[in-house]
């Protein structure tokens, strides 16, 4: 078993910067890729960005965001830069990341999620 807690999310004016952490704890190894997702309001989760040696993103932020892992720690961060208010939304953190298409992930674990507003 797997658990996943997100921190950092919050309230920021559009052209701000968030970081988000995620503390894993569990069975996670450092062979499993680990990332990030999100969902707006009346929208499906969508994959972000994951990491696991190479690091995968969505087309929506890429130049943007910015993922990274410290496997001592057993954490991985998504550095938000540039934000639009289009980013509003819930972000989870989520483990056992596996790439079904270009830009369609799942996953085995997911953390509880943390909001993120960006005002405009």
């Known amino acids: 078993q797997v658990q996943l807690v997100e921190s950092g999310g919050g309230w920021v004016q559009a052209g701000g910067s968030l970081r988000l952490s995620c503390a894993a704890s569990g069975r996670i190894f450092t062979s499993d890729a680990m990332g990030w997702f999100r969902q707006a309001p009346g929208k499906e989760r969508t994959f972000i960005a994951s990491i696991r040696g190479s690091v995968e993103y969505a087309d929506t932020v890429k130049g943007r965001f910015t993922i990274s892992r410290d496997n001592a720690k057993n954490t991985v961060y998504l550095q938000m830069n540039s934000l639009k208010p289009e980013d509003t939304a819930v972000y989870y953190c989520?483990?056992?990341?596996?790439?079904?298409?270009?830009?369609?992930?799942?996953?085995?674990?997911w953390g509880q999620g943390t909001q993120v507003t960006v005002s405009s």
């Open positions: 989520a483990a056992r990341i596996r790439t079904l298409r270009p830009g369609v992930a799942e996953a085995d674990y």
